[in-house]
Protein backbone atom coordinates (compact mmCIF):
# COMPACT_ATOMS: atom_id res chain seq x y z
CA UNK A 1 0.00 0.00 0.00
CA UNK A 2 2.69 2.62 0.78
CA UNK A 3 4.27 1.97 -2.99
CA UNK A 4 0.85 3.35 -4.00
CA UNK A 5 0.78 5.95 -1.69
CA UNK A 6 4.21 7.26 -3.55
CA UNK A 7 2.29 7.35 -6.64
CA UNK A 8 -0.23 10.39 -5.59
CA UNK A 9 1.04 13.29 -6.65
CA UNK A 10 0.55 16.72 -4.77
CA UNK A 11 -2.93 17.23 -6.21
CA UNK A 12 -4.15 13.67 -5.41
CA UNK A 13 -3.95 12.45 -8.32
CA UNK A 14 -3.50 8.68 -8.64
CA UNK A 15 -1.96 7.37 -12.37
CA UNK A 16 -2.47 3.31 -13.13
CA UNK A 17 0.55 3.42 -14.91
CA UNK A 18 3.12 4.85 -12.32
CA UNK A 19 1.96 1.88 -10.12
CA UNK A 20 2.46 -0.58 -12.00
CA UNK A 21 6.02 0.81 -12.77
CA UNK A 22 6.59 -0.07 -9.09
CA UNK A 23 5.61 -3.65 -9.43
CA UNK A 24 2.23 -3.17 -7.97
CA UNK A 25 -0.30 -5.93 -8.82
CA UNK A 26 -3.76 -4.56 -11.08
CA UNK A 27 -5.52 -6.25 -8.03
CA UNK A 28 -3.83 -4.43 -5.06
CA UNK A 29 -3.87 -1.28 -7.02
CA UNK A 30 -8.02 -2.15 -7.69
CA UNK A 31 -8.57 -2.70 -4.00
CA UNK A 32 -6.10 0.61 -2.45
CA UNK A 33 -8.36 2.72 -5.39
CA UNK A 34 -11.75 0.59 -3.57
CA UNK A 35 -10.84 0.89 0.08
CA UNK A 36 -9.61 4.90 -0.11
CA UNK A 37 -12.62 5.63 -2.04
CA UNK A 38 -10.60 7.40 -5.35
CA UNK A 39 -12.86 8.06 -8.40
CA UNK A 40 -11.67 7.44 -11.76
CA UNK A 41 -11.70 10.41 -13.83
CA UNK A 42 -10.20 9.03 -16.81
CA UNK A 43 -8.81 5.97 -18.19
CA UNK A 44 -5.69 5.16 -15.73
CA UNK A 45 -6.24 8.05 -13.39
CA UNK A 46 -7.80 8.48 -10.13
CA UNK A 47 -8.51 11.31 -7.73
CA UNK A 48 -8.47 11.32 -4.06
CA UNK A 49 -11.92 11.95 -2.80
CA UNK A 50 -10.08 15.12 -0.96
CA UNK A 51 -9.26 16.63 -3.99
CA UNK A 52 -10.18 19.06 -7.15
CA UNK A 53 -10.33 17.37 -10.24
CA UNK A 54 -8.08 19.24 -13.00
CA UNK A 55 -9.51 19.01 -15.90
CA UNK A 56 -6.03 20.38 -18.08
CA UNK A 57 -4.09 17.88 -16.54
CA UNK A 58 -6.88 15.16 -17.20
CA UNK A 59 -7.20 16.49 -21.11
CA UNK A 60 -3.54 16.02 -20.99
CA UNK A 61 -3.45 12.28 -19.72
CA UNK A 62 -6.22 11.25 -21.95
CA UNK A 63 -4.43 12.64 -25.02
CA UNK A 64 -0.63 13.87 -24.39
CA UNK A 65 0.19 14.49 -28.04
CA UNK A 66 -2.95 17.65 -27.69
CA UNK A 67 -1.65 21.40 -27.38
CA UNK A 68 -3.75 23.64 -25.19
CA UNK A 69 -4.56 26.64 -27.77
CA UNK A 70 -6.78 29.09 -29.02
CA UNK A 71 -9.10 30.68 -26.58
CA UNK A 72 -7.25 28.82 -24.13
CA UNK A 73 -3.96 30.55 -24.29
CA UNK A 74 -5.58 33.64 -24.98
CA UNK A 75 -6.63 33.02 -21.28
CA UNK A 76 -3.51 32.24 -20.17
CA UNK A 77 -1.50 35.00 -21.67
CA UNK A 78 -3.90 37.34 -20.49
CA UNK A 79 -4.92 38.16 -23.95
CA UNK A 80 -8.91 38.03 -23.09
CA UNK A 81 -10.53 38.47 -19.89
CA UNK A 82 -13.24 35.95 -19.65
CA UNK A 83 -12.51 32.23 -19.19
CA UNK A 84 -13.00 30.17 -22.21
CA UNK A 85 -16.53 28.07 -21.81
CA UNK A 86 -15.11 25.29 -23.30
CA UNK A 87 -11.41 23.26 -23.29
CA UNK A 88 -9.56 24.45 -26.49
CA UNK A 89 -6.71 22.07 -27.99
CA UNK A 90 -4.91 21.75 -31.51
CA UNK A 91 -3.80 18.37 -32.31
CA UNK A 92 -2.01 17.17 -35.63
CA UNK A 93 -4.27 16.36 -38.51
CA UNK A 94 -5.18 12.99 -39.11
CA UNK A 95 -5.92 12.30 -35.06
CA UNK A 96 -9.15 11.14 -34.43
CA UNK A 97 -11.14 13.37 -32.49
CA UNK A 98 -14.40 12.26 -32.36
CA UNK A 99 -14.37 11.42 -28.48
CA UNK A 100 -12.53 14.71 -27.40
CA UNK A 101 -15.32 16.56 -29.25
CA UNK A 102 -18.10 14.06 -28.09
CA UNK A 103 -16.78 15.40 -24.24
CA UNK A 104 -17.14 18.90 -25.37
CA UNK A 105 -13.53 19.72 -26.50
CA UNK A 106 -12.99 22.43 -29.11
CA UNK A 107 -10.48 20.90 -31.29
CA UNK A 108 -8.32 22.59 -34.27
CA UNK A 109 -5.91 20.91 -36.53
CA UNK A 110 -2.93 21.16 -38.04
CA UNK A 111 -0.49 19.66 -40.60
CA UNK A 112 1.68 17.17 -37.99
CA UNK A 113 5.28 19.40 -38.50
CA UNK A 114 3.02 22.53 -37.47
CA UNK A 115 2.00 21.03 -34.67
CA UNK A 116 5.27 21.71 -32.20
CA UNK A 117 5.66 24.97 -32.92
CA UNK A 118 5.80 27.57 -30.41
CA UNK A 119 4.57 24.85 -28.13
CA UNK A 120 5.90 24.93 -24.31
CA UNK A 121 5.32 23.28 -21.01
CA UNK A 122 3.72 25.50 -18.23
CA UNK A 123 2.65 24.96 -14.78
CA UNK A 124 -1.44 25.08 -13.91
CA UNK A 125 -2.98 26.54 -11.19
CA UNK A 126 -3.11 23.38 -10.06
CA UNK A 127 0.61 22.74 -10.11
CA UNK A 128 0.65 20.05 -13.21
CA UNK A 129 2.86 20.91 -16.06
CA UNK A 130 0.51 20.77 -19.61
CA UNK A 131 1.20 22.07 -22.91
CA UNK A 132 0.37 25.13 -24.36
CA UNK A 133 1.46 27.39 -27.37
CA UNK A 134 3.63 30.13 -26.60
CA UNK A 135 2.17 34.02 -27.08
CA UNK A 136 3.55 34.59 -30.79
CA UNK A 137 1.82 30.83 -32.06
CA UNK A 138 -1.28 31.97 -29.91
CA UNK A 139 -1.61 35.39 -32.36
CA UNK A 140 -0.92 33.12 -35.05
CA UNK A 141 -3.52 30.45 -34.46
CA UNK A 142 -5.94 33.59 -33.31
CA UNK A 143 -5.51 35.46 -37.27
CA UNK A 144 -5.32 31.61 -38.65
CA UNK A 145 -8.65 31.50 -37.07
CA UNK A 146 -10.86 34.58 -36.99
CA UNK A 147 -13.75 33.75 -37.95
CA UNK A 148 -13.79 31.45 -34.91
CA UNK A 149 -13.68 35.01 -32.62
CA UNK A 150 -16.17 37.68 -32.13
CA UNK A 151 -14.28 40.83 -33.92
CA UNK A 152 -13.90 42.42 -30.29
CA UNK A 153 -12.54 39.76 -28.55
CA UNK A 154 -10.16 39.26 -31.59
CA UNK A 155 -8.97 42.92 -31.63
CA UNK A 156 -9.11 43.61 -28.45
CA UNK A 157 -6.33 40.54 -28.27
CA UNK A 158 -4.44 41.75 -31.25
CA UNK A 159 -4.65 45.27 -29.15
CA UNK A 160 -3.01 43.43 -25.67
CA UNK A 161 -0.23 42.06 -27.47
CA UNK A 162 0.94 45.25 -29.07
CA UNK A 163 1.18 46.57 -25.96
CA UNK A 164 3.14 43.95 -23.94
CA UNK A 165 6.86 44.19 -23.35
CA UNK A 166 7.66 41.01 -23.69
CA UNK A 167 6.28 40.54 -27.48
CA UNK A 168 8.84 39.16 -29.49
CA UNK A 169 7.69 40.47 -33.48
CA UNK A 170 10.38 38.71 -35.24
CA UNK A 171 9.20 35.10 -33.52
CA UNK A 172 5.76 36.26 -34.18
CA UNK A 173 6.63 36.97 -38.17
CA UNK A 174 8.50 33.70 -38.32
CA UNK A 175 6.14 31.92 -37.08
CA UNK A 176 3.39 33.75 -39.36
CA UNK A 177 5.33 32.99 -42.65
CA UNK A 178 5.19 29.27 -41.35
CA UNK A 179 1.52 29.58 -41.30
CA UNK A 180 0.86 31.64 -44.30
CA UNK A 181 -0.59 34.24 -42.37
CA UNK A 182 2.18 37.41 -42.66
CA UNK A 183 0.72 39.41 -45.47
CA UNK A 184 -2.71 39.23 -42.74
CA UNK A 185 -1.08 39.93 -39.55
CA UNK A 186 0.93 42.46 -41.21
CA UNK A 187 -1.84 44.62 -42.19
CA UNK A 188 -3.31 44.31 -38.62
CA UNK A 189 -0.42 45.55 -37.02
CA UNK A 190 0.08 48.02 -39.12
CA UNK A 191 -2.67 49.67 -37.52
CA UNK A 192 -1.62 48.95 -34.35
CA UNK A 193 1.87 49.62 -34.18
Known sequence: MNMIQNCIDASG???M???RKRDVTKN???QFVKSNQ???IAQGVYLSPDNWEDESFVLHLRCPQAVFSHDEALYYHDLIDREPLQRTVTVYSGYNTQKLTASGIKVYTVKKELLPIGRQIITNTFGHKIPMYDLERTICDLVRSRSHFEMQDFQSALKH???RKDKDLNKLMQYAKAFRVQ???RTYLEVLL
Open 13 to 15: VLL
Open 17 to 19: KEA
Open 28 to 30: AFY
Open 38 to 40: FER
Open 161 to 163: YTT
Open 183 to 185: NVL
